[in-house]
T-cell receptor
Framework: KAGVTQTPRYLIKTRGQQVTLSCSPI?????VSWYQQTPGQGLQFLFE???????NKGNFPGRFSGRQFSNSRSEMNVSTLELGDSALYLC?????????????FGPGTRLTVT | DAKTTQPTSMDCAEGRAANLPCNHS???????VYWYRQIHSQGPQYIIH???NNETNEMASLIITEDRKSSTLILPHATLRDTAVYYC?????????FGAGTTVTVRA
């Protein structure tokens, strides 16, 4: 079974631009979560989508948004990029059922904002 | 914020068992204990989880104390490829709260 895939793997953007990252979950998984990892803050939860609805949300500004499509693929968007948005963005997929919270992570998208 | 506490780092000899402790004294009745690890430059990898019973899979064993306030992850025969940051997480939904984890270095 194929794992979680994320595209692109690397991205360089300029301050003020916006960016869209994509995540394809493991086949049959209906939940997709997004995380940001930086050296200073570690791994932080952004949001989780299940059946095209945002079900959980972390403490990030509104510049960070996401969506999920009917095939469970998910995209994350960051608008008005800031230098501090430079990070590894990870998505994770899971079945999305209660008592089955284990998540399977993709390799991440490395975003550099200059 | 992370609710668990783990040692910052530990070393282990190749071929020996690695025992990773974790304190989760605030865990509630419906929260699970999850263990993930992250090898440098890769996404975190799910290892194992448990509620109150001890669990074992092909990667590791999880021993949870009777009061559920602490647990130990056991890697039975550590290899060099087990060098990673290991995260212990308590939770009951998909909003995982990662702490700093334990950096485990397996030495030949």
């Amino acid at each position: 079974k194929a794992g979680v895939t994320q595209t692109p793997r690397y991205l360089i953007k300029t301050r003020g631009q916006q960016v869209t990252l994509s995540c394809s979950p493991i086949s049959g998984h209906r939940s997709v979560s997004w995380y940001q990892q930086t050296p200073g803050q570690g791994l932080q939860f952004l949001f989780e989508y299940f059946s095209e609805t945002q079900r959980n949300k972390g403490n990030f500004p509104g510049r960070f948004s996401g969506r999920q499509f009917s095939n469970s693929r998910s995209e994350m968007n960051v608008s008005t990029l800031e230098l501090g948005d430079s990070a590894l963005y990870l998505c994770a997929s899971s079945l999305g059922l209660a008592e089955s919270y284990e998540q399977y992570f993709g390799p991440g998208t490395r975003l550099t904002v200059t | 914020d992370a609710k668990t506490t783990q040692p910052t780092s530990m070393d282990c000899a190749e071929g020996r068992a690695a025992n990773l402790p974790c304190n989760h004294s605030t865990i509630s009745g419906n929260e699970y204990v999850y263990w993930y690890r992250q090898i440098h430059s890769q996404g975190p990898q799910y290892i194992i989880h448990g509620l109150k019973n001890n669990e074992t899979n092909e990667m590791a064993s999880l021993i949870i104390t009777e009061d559920r306030k602490s647990s130990t992850l056991i890697l039975p025969h550590a290899t060099l490829r087990d060098t990673a940051v290991y995260y212990c997480i308590q939770g009951s939904d998909y909003k995982l709260s990662f702490g700093a984890g334990t950096t485990v270095t397996v030495r030949a």
